[in-house]
T-cell receptor, first 112, second 114 residues
Framework: SQKIEQNSEALNIQEGKTATLTCNYTNYSPAYLQWYRQDPGRGPVFLLLIRENEKEKRKERLKVTFDTTLKQSLFHITASQPADSATYLCATADNYGQNFVFGPGTRLSVLP | DTAVSQTPKYLVTQMGNDKSIKCEQNLGHDTMYWYKQDSKKFLKIMFSYNNKELIINETVPNRFSPKSPDKAHLNLHINSLELGDSAVYFC?????????????FGPGTRLLVL
């Protein structure tokens, strides 16, 4: 069955640096990959989507890449701020919405 | 205006009881979902409904029964609650089920079974 992993359970970085989070998948060729942010006590909030035929997507300080050869997506937050501290989840599915799976999440802490 | 709302926000109950969680979305979406997030924060899809029809039913005990009276509502009924059912349950909706549609999540219902 398909499996999705995120590189680390927790990541601490200094304010102003670039945070890089990794999402790896196996036994699977997803049509797209999404990234969500989840704050404590709240539901996930959608951030970015990247499709299998796209290499890179950007939105303000966020950048996502999708490497179907490595079966990996990288999520970057540039000029990170303490307000970026949250858990970040990646999620994939095929184009029919089947096999929708969330990764376990990476808890990012941006230290002032 | 709340896009996806759930009630109740907290639910504390005894083992063996039956309980329901309600979900409503005012986004005009066709697809709604139920997720379970356990103590390790793993978010797992349970059910997906498209236009009131069940399209995804993951391996979930049949004590869990979703009901969609119309496409704006998806309720979750749980019979004979067990300790392991304690978790946060999230409802979500999307415009469609296909093509990577963004999912909009509710605030969650924190269920504690004693």
């Amino acid at each position: 069955s398909q499996k999705i992993e995120q590189n680390s359970e927790a990541l601490n970085i200094q304010e102003g640096k670039t945070a890089t989070l990794t999402c790896n998948y196996t036994n699977y060729s997803p049509a797209y990959l999404q990234w969500y942010r989840q704050d404590p006590g709240r539901g996930p909030v959608f951030l970015l989507l990247i499709r299998e035929n796209e290499k890179e997507k950007r939105k303000e300080r966020l950048k996502v890449t999708f490497d179907t050869t490595l079966k990996q997506s990288l999520f970057h937050i540039t000029a990170s701020q303490p307000a970026d501290s949250a858990t970040y989840l990646c999620a994939t599915a095929d184009n029919y919405g089947q096999n929708f799976v969330f990764g376990p999440g990476t808890r990012l802490s941006v230290l002032p | 205006d709340t896009a996806v709302s759930q009630t109740p926000k907290y639910l504390v109950t005894q083992m063996g009881n039956d309980k329901s969680i309600k979900c409503e979305q005012n986004l005009g979406h066709d697809t709604m979902y139920w997720y379970k997030q356990d103590s390790k924060k793993f978010l797992k899809i349970m059910f997906s409904y498209n236009n009131k029809e069940l399209i995804i039913n993951e391996t979930v005990p049949n004590r869990f029964s979703p009901k969609s009276p119309d496409k704006a509502h998806l309720n979750l009924h749980i019979n004979s609650l067990e300790l392991g059912d304690s978790a946060v349950y999230f409802c979500a909706s999307s415009q469609d089920v296909r093509g990577g549609e963004t999912q909009y999540f509710g605030p969650g219902t924190r269920l504690l079974v004693l």
